[in-house]
């Protein structure tokens, strides 16, 4: 399974491109593997988010926002739900992943 972060390359919020850019260098520095899906490129994976986020996580109105962080197929979670995980440290969890164990430097 690949995690895959829907985002919005042309969003014009500065607020949703922060969130996106939170997560994608959190995954970068963690050396998680992920894909980037620019809904802002293909109607067609535009229409797979809305259609996959879970009726409980959609706004009352409009569509769910970028970023939208999907394990394969299995939603993850919004911005929101990725932030209280890091918080908490459970962000391997939240993805669907393994924990990584830290490894000990030889002397």
Do not use: H
């Not at 949703?16 to 050396?31: G, H, M």
């Amino acid at each position: 399974m690949v995690i895959r972060v829907f985002i919005a390359s042309s969003s014009g919020f500065v607020a949703i491109k922060k969130k996106q850019q939170d997560v994608v260098r959190f995954l970068e520095a963690n050396k998680i593997e992920f894909e980037e899906v620019d809904i802002t490129m293909s109607e067609e994976q535009r229409q797979w988010m809305y259609k996959n986020v879970p009726p409980e996580k959609k706004p009352a109105q409009g569509n769910p926002l970028p970023p939208q962080i999907f394990n394969g197929d299995r939603y993850c979670g919004d911005y929101d739900s990725f932030f209280e995980s890091k918080e908490s440290n459970t962000v391997f969890s939240f993805l669907g992943l393994k924990p990584r164990l830290a490894s000990k430097a030889e002397p």
